[in-house]
């Protein structure tokens, strides 16, 4: 009797345990993926950059917005050609989501083309 009842509480003990280390094990790879991903994916330089060209975007007394000044906020925020590119995906997507038309935010990514165009690569 005190035997089976030993074996019952072991067993019961070590899927404690088990189910403690699955916890552990979940929280540690959902972390290393977050890590990894956020590392590669992310300069904080790529968001004060999206944001200052947002904002001069979007401020009405640049109309037409100038692909020199766009330069010129790539350049103050160390930027070079192929950060550009991404970059204006970026602001693209914020203006689609501030309620810009399809068509006028593919014109602004345009224009931040051209000012990619005169960074360096």
């Given at each position: 009797?005190?035997?089976h009842l030993f074996v019952l509480l072991a067993n019961k003990e070590?899927?404690?345990?088990a189910q403690g280390m699955w916890a552990v094990l979940v929280v540690a790879a959902t972390t290393a993926s977050r890590l990894i991903r956020s590392g590669r994916h992310y300069d904080p330089l790529n968001?004060?950059?999206?944001?200052?060209?947002?904002?001069?975007?979007?401020?009405?007394?640049?109309f037409p917005p100038d692909p020199s000044a766009v330069a010129t906020i790539f350049r103050r925020n160390a930027r070079r050609f192929g950060q550009a590119r991404h970059?204006?995906?970026i602001v693209t997507s914020w203006l689609i989501d501030a309620g810009?038309?399809?068509e006028a935010a593919m014109a602004s990514h345009a224009t931040i083309?051209?000012?990619?165009?005169?960074l360096p690569v």
């Open positions: 009797m005190h035997f070590i899927e404690e345990r968001g004060i950059a999206a944001g200052e060209i947002f904002e001069y975007l979007t401020a009405p007394i640049y970059v204006a995906s810009a038309t399809r083309m051209a000012a990619a165009i005169l």
